[in-house]
């Protein structure tokens, strides 16, 4: 499509390279339906927005294809050294007529190949794409953080509520509560006669029944 040169907004951003950095920029020859000639024009690609101008220094661009709907083909190589792609929009769907597409080439192979990926990642279609499947990365992340989770808390629960532990805190409760099972200081070796054992153990069992 044609830039209107007047559009700030457009402007701005081609403008813009703080705001709006570039991901691809540099010479591509345009094919010209009219002239029936390859053009030469510097190209400066921004998220989904690709500027074209006459001079590389030029500020205002020349025009603008939006990439949106479209797909990037390689074409059969011309007669010439060229490496040419296609940036094809497909059918309109009100009209059902086939829509403008630009056919651009480069002079060596690798140039083809880097801009035919930088366009292809440009689209909102592709962007949306790698964000979906971001999310459900995190999803299944989050998903594997819960079951770590789950488990380490039923492992918890396990270790606290063990029969072992149970019986021996059990037992624990009941030394407290019954006289006969406190046992003489291990660091104390005494003899006891059966009559001091009487007395002593007596003794507890008359506070509980006071």
């Not at 149970?166 to 003899?191: C, G, K």
Request: with cysteine; proline share 3%; net charge negative.
């Amino acid at each position: 499509m044609k830039m209107k040169l007047n559009d700030r907004c457009l402007i701005h951003i081609a403008q813009s390279n703080d705001q709006n950095p570039i991901d691809q920029c540099g010479w591509l020859q345009q094919w010209n339906d009219e002239k029936k000639t390859f053009q030469k024009k510097w190209f400066v690609l921004k998220e989904n927005l690709l500027f074209y101008y006459n001079q590389r220094n030029d500020r205002e661009p020349t025009g603008l294809i939006i990439l949106d709907g479209y797909r990037v083909e390689i074409i059969e190589s011309l007669a010439d050294d060229r490496f040419p792609f296609k940036i094809d929009f497909g059918i309109s769907r009100i009209t059902g007529k086939p829509l403008k597409s630009y056919i651009l080439a480069t002079d060596n192979h690798s140039d083809m190949e880097q801009w035919i990926k930088a366009l292809s990642c440009a689209s909102y279609d592709y962007l949306k794409m790698v964000v979906s499947e971001l999310e459900h990365r995190l999803s299944e992340l989050n998903q594997d953080d819960n079951k770590t989770t789950a488990t380490n808390d039923s492992d918890h629960s396990k270790s606290t509520s063990s029969p072992i532990l149970s019986r021996s805190d059990s037992t624990q409760q009941q030394q407290r509560f019954n006289p006969f099972d406190e046992r003489p200081d291990d660091h104390v070796q005494e003899q006891l006669t059966f009559a001091d054992l009487h007395e002593r153990y007596g003794q507890r069992i008359r506070k509980c029944f006071i």
